[in-house]
């Protein structure tokens, strides 16, 4: 079992700056891929960017650019850092972990196995 812990939300106003970090449980943290989602108000929750376990990262198109991922995997914690930062980011960040450990991006909800709470994330206009 892997418990995944969020921090780091807040309000920004546009143009600025976030780092998210996710604190995760477990000895094994260093083999999962790790992702981060976010859901809008009103809409389904969306693939952010993931990262697998040798560093490879992914992004969907909106974060690339702007947004980075990255790992430490001797303190268990996955960071977001988030530049540029529009209002359209607004949502609430979910970091996510799959114990699959096969070739693709990891860009869909059903490949993760372990979700964090949340943590809420607002950019002011």
């Given at each position: 079992q892997v418990q995944l812990v969020e921090s780091g939300g807040g309000l920004v106003q546009a143009g600025g700056s976030l780092r998210l970090s996710c604190a995760a449980s477990g000895r094994t943290f260093s083999s999962y891929v790790m992702g981060w989602f976010r859901q809008a108000p009103g809409k389904e929750r969306e693939f952010v960017a993931a990262i697998?376990?040798?560093?490879?990262?992914?992004?969907?198109?909106?974060?690339?650019?702007?947004?980075?991922?990255?790992?430490?995997?001797?303190?268990?914690?996955?960071?977001?850092?988030?530049?540029?930062?529009?209002?359209?980011?607004?949502?609430?960040?979910?970091?996510?972990?799959?114990?699959?450990?096969?070739?693709?991006?990891?860009?869909?909800?059903?490949?993760?196995?372990?979700?964090?709470q949340g943590t809420k994330v607002t950019v002011a206009s």
């Open positions: 697998r376990s040798g560093g490879s990262t992914y992004y969907t198109t909106s974060a690339k650019g702007r947004f980075t991922i990255s790992r430490d995997n001797a303190k268990n914690t996955v960071y977001l850092q988030m530049n540029s930062m529009k209002p359209e980011d607004t949502a609430v960040y979910y970091c996510a972990a799959s114990g699959y450990s096969g070739s693709g991006y990891y860009t869909k909800e059903d490949e993760y196995h372990y979700w964090g």
